[in-house]
């Protein structure tokens, strides 16, 4: 794990997750990069180790949905934290927060607000997917 999490730091990656010695690095902002994983390949997801530099509660309802074995995150939701802890997935984080902040700077993240209320990823997963076609149809990811 500390070669994942050197790699996040050092190449400016938003993660890099290992599996069976292969790793690889992404680059876009939010749950873009895990949302596509778990859409075309759960295999890799499956097992894996992850490095992220921002873990919300979508971004650990696809970490749990994609059953991977452990997490190091520079800062983390409450309830990121509770999601994977209830999934059974070891994590590590630098900082705890109640919630992520929005891009603005001016309240919580909306993915966040989506999933509040939602108690399991499998509960979680459509709003995950209707954000981010929501998100692409706007041309953002």
């Given amino acids: 794990m500390e070669e994942l999490i050197e ?7 938003s993660c890099v997750i290992e599996k069976e010695g292969k790793i690889r ?9 895990l949302y596509d994983l778990y859409e075309n390949e ?6 894996a180790r992850i490095a992220d530099k921002v873990i919300g509660k979508g ?14 995150t520079d800062v983390i ?21 109640p919630f992520i902040i929005n891009r603005d700077k001016t309240g919580r993240c909306p993915l966040e ?9 499998e509960e979680m997963y459509p709003a995950i997917k ?12």
Avoid: W
């Fill in 59 to 72: 971004a650990a309802a696809l970490i749990a949905l994609g059953k991977m074995k452990e997490v190091y």
């Fill in 77 to 97: 939701s409450t309830s990121a934290l509770s999601v994977l802890r209830e999934a059974g997935i070891p994590v590590r984080y630098a900082e705890e927060t």
């Fill in 25 to 33: 690095t992404f680059t876009r902002r939010g749950v873009a990069d």
């Fill in 42 to 47: 759960k295999a890799f997801m499956q097992g």
């Fill in 113 to 121: 607000t989506a999933c509040k209320d939602l108690n399991t990823p």
């Fill in 130 to 141: 209707a954000f981010v076609a929501q998100l692409r149809n706007k041309n953002h990811i």
């Fill in 7 to 13: 790699k996040l730091h050092t190449g400016g990656y």
